[in-house]
């Protein structure tokens, strides 16, 4: 089983829909959980750490789930701009060893 | 303004022609590392480097080496490049403190080993 798993999709999404996707991790120890986006072959960018309590960015909203070992990101009022690639990152406790999931790929359509 | 930038961006290359990716960071990071990426395995780590002459292997090592002679740099070395190694390579740094987690990465290096 892989460190990191996340559904590689891609998620058809309508504009203006939510889309909803989670990355686990099997390690119960791991500490700190991002999300990143990539779009096409270009270099991963943060798009927001994942706080224990759920945090939000505006039409985005990470949540961290620890007895089930998985974090989400949910998208509102999905924008063409919104279609990339996400990837969760995870890090061990007490360790600077991160672990990207392989990325759920989201295409939004008009 | 902050970058890790990566030389060559692409590079077509042979069988077992020695080769250096290069890899800079103006933001004065400790941590660094080298990252694959294949189609179905995302990014997997080759190597990092916690701070200058300080490295260590990450998860697919074989058939690189690196160094960390400065802080700033970190390059990748393929020593007798194999066509296994065709992927596309990303270089990252992160700094220590708040926002420490925060990884940097350069614009990529696409490499073809024919």
């Known amino acids: 089983r892989k460190e990191v798993e996340q559904d590689p999709g891609p998620f058809n999404v309508p504009e203006g829909a939510t889309v909803a996707f989670n990355c686990t991790y099997s390690n119960s120890a791991s500490q700190s959980f991002f999300w990143y986006r990539q779009d096409c072959r270009k270099e991963p960018k943060l798009l927001m750490s994942v706080y224990s309590s759920g945090n939000e960015d505006g039409r985005f909203t990470a949540q961290l789930n620890r007895a089930s070992q998985y974090i989400s990101l949910l998208i509102r009022d999905s924008k063409l701009s919104d279609s990339a690639t996400y990837l969760c990152?995870?890090?061990?406790?007490?360790?600077?060893?991160?672990?990207f999931g392989g990325g759920t790929r989201v295409l939004v359509k008009p | 303004e902050a970058q890790v930038t990566q030389n060559p961006r692409y590079l077509i290359t042979v069988t077992g022609k020695k080769l250096t990716v290069t890899c800079s960071q103006n933001m004065n990071h400790e941590y660094m590392s080298w990252y694959r990426q294949d189609p179905g395995l995302g990014l997997r780590q080759i190597y990092y480097s916690m701070n200058v002459e300080v490295t260590d292997k990450g998860d697919v090592p074989e058939g690189y080496k690196v160094s960390r002679k400065e802080k700033r740099n970190f390059p990748l070395i393929l020593e007798s490049p194999s066509p296994n190694q065709t992927s596309l390579y990303f270089c990252a740094s992160r700094g220590t403190g708040q926002g420490a987690y925060t990884i940097y990465f350069g614009e990529g290096s696409w490499l073809t080993v024919v």
């Open positions: 990152v995870v890090i061990k406790a007490a360790g600077n060893k991160l672990t």
